[in-house]
């Protein structure tokens, strides 16, 4: 998997990006990346997938450095799918099933297998009806939807996701976790960019702190989030199941629903007259 060791990006007389970064996804299976705006959570993504490349430091793919030549970067977009913060970005093609089928193609895949892969794809991101749709009728939500079958679709063995729920309304956002939650079943390991505490506190066992370009705190997702001061000082909050845990001394639960069971059994059954 990706290990970075020393990475830094500056953008050309800007100000530097990432700082002295080093990183380890070995250590979960969903990781988080969380930082506030500027932070640098996309530059990273884009190092990561060779848009960029590294001012200084190294990133490892299965323990051999990136190759920047075209075989290089061939080989490493064949195994890591990425989701742009905007999937305007993404989409070529006014066709969904010619937008997903475009990667595919380039692989030198069978139409056979691509329709396959296609329909189980956009199945999986419950947007089977898009299918022969334009892309321009398509809502922003559904358009990420659409991305993310793309990248389903390419079956990698890692996924990175840029934001994926930034702009979403509650119930594209619900579907984006269970999307999410779907992959991670399927052992696809996947990277996560988020502001949204949340979300990353639900769904990711591994997280990294950005705070203006320097890394600043790192660990399993209960060790980072019960730290509200290093969390407050890069700009986020706690999740709301941690601030329940912190204020009103009740266990820490990782989803809404085990804090709903814990209720039920626990509380309502101790306190029954
Ligand atoms: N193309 C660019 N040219 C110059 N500076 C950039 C560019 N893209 C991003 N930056 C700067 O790099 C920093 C990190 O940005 P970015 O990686 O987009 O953060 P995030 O994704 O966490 O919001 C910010 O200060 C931003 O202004
Ligand atoms: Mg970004």
Partial sequence: MFKINNLTYQYEKNAIALNNINM??????VIGIIGSNGSGKSTLFM??????QPSKGEIYFKDKEIKYTKKGLLNLRKNVG??????????????VYDDIAFALRNLGIDEATIKIRIEKALKAV????????????LSYGQKKRVAIASVIAMENEIV??????????????????DIIKGLKNHNIKIVISSHDM???????????????????????????????????????ELPWLVKLHKNIEIPLFKEEQDLYKYWKNEVLVTNKP
């Fill in 82 to 95: 990425i989701v742009f913060q905007d999937p305007e970005k993404q989409i070529f093609y006014s066709k």
């Fill in 198 to 236: 949340n979300l990353i506190y639900e769904i990711c066992d591994y997280v990294y702190v950005l705070n203006k370009g320097n890394l600043t705190a790192c660990g399993s997702t209960e060790e980072v989030f019960v730290n509200e001061e290093e969390l407050n000082s890069a700009g986020l």
């Fill in 47 to 52: 190092n990561l997938m060779g848009i960029l």
């Fill in 126 to 137: 419950n947007g089977i009806d898009f299918i022969n749709k334009p892309v321009h009728f």
């Fill in 160 to 177: 990175l996701l840029d934001e994926p729920t930034a702009g979403l309304d509650p119930v594209s956002t619900r579907l984006i976790v």
């Fill in 24 to 29: 380890d996804f070995s250590k979960g299976d």
